[in-house]
């Protein structure tokens, strides 16, 4: 299957073995996190650019969801494409990155 790992009939993919920490997430894409939180607790005041509706709710989750995938994929899609200007955003150079790197990395070798 193109490079997915089977287990049955589960297809397992590895960068989905390890995922980055909290704080690593909250660098990219920030105020999510404060969307979510108030989305939670249902304080919105009238006119706030964020509503509790299904759809914001939705948008949220995809949102964090999108920003775990793109972290865990990036270490590959960096390793493929070095010289891709986006690389050069702080968050790559952060700490908590590239721990998180040299651990996917161990991961897939």
């Not at 660098?27 to 108030?38: N, Q, Y």
């Not at 775990?68 to 494409?81: A, C, G, N, R």
């Not at 200007?85 to 952060?94: E, K, L, T, V």
């Amino acid at each position: 299957m193109a490079g997915f790992h089977t287990y049955g009939r589960f297809f397992y993919i590895a960068r989905a073995a390890l995922d980055p920490s909290t704080s690593l997430c909250k660098k990219l894409f920030p105020a999510i996190g404060e969307w979510h939180d108030r989305l939670v607790a249902k304080e919105l005041c009238p006119g706030d650019p964020i509503q509790h509706t299904v759809a914001g709710n939705a948008f949220v989750q995809v949102i964090m969801m999108f920003r775990k995938t793109f972290i865990q994929d990036s270490v590959l899609m960096m390793e493929l494409h070095l010289c891709y200007p986006i690389w050069q955003h702080s968050i790559f150079s952060d700490p908590a990155y590239l721990s998180f790197k040299r651990d996917m990395l161990q991961i897939e070798a």
